[in-house]
């Protein structure tokens, strides 16, 4: 299985990074990390969020420099 990763694409909500093969921005699922959401709840939330996607967005949100975490 491939790793999944946060995407840019103009084609897709305007180019805001998102869960690769979704509409997902990954902003949205750092905000529901910084909430304090539990991950089963995010994923009930996103039904097309993939296995991986949580992790990918937490490693974008990293090396964006922002802070992640509630």
């Known amino acids: 299985m491939s ?3 946060v995407v840019l694409d103009p084609e897709v909500m305007s180019g805001d990074p998102c869960i690769a093969g979704t509409r997902i921005p990954a902003e949205t699922i750092i ?3 910084r909430a304090g ?3 089963d709840r995010i994923f009930k939330a996103y039904p097309t969020l ?3 996607g949580i992790e990918a967005a937490i ?3 990293e090396s964006a420099g922002l ?3 509630h």
Do not use: Q, S
């Open 31 to 33: 905000a529901n990390l």
């Open 67 to 69: 802070d992640w975490r």
């Open 37 to 39: 959401y539990p991950i």
């Open 59 to 61: 490693r974008w949100a």
């Open 3 to 5: 790793r999944v990763e």
């Open 50 to 52: 993939p296995d991986g």
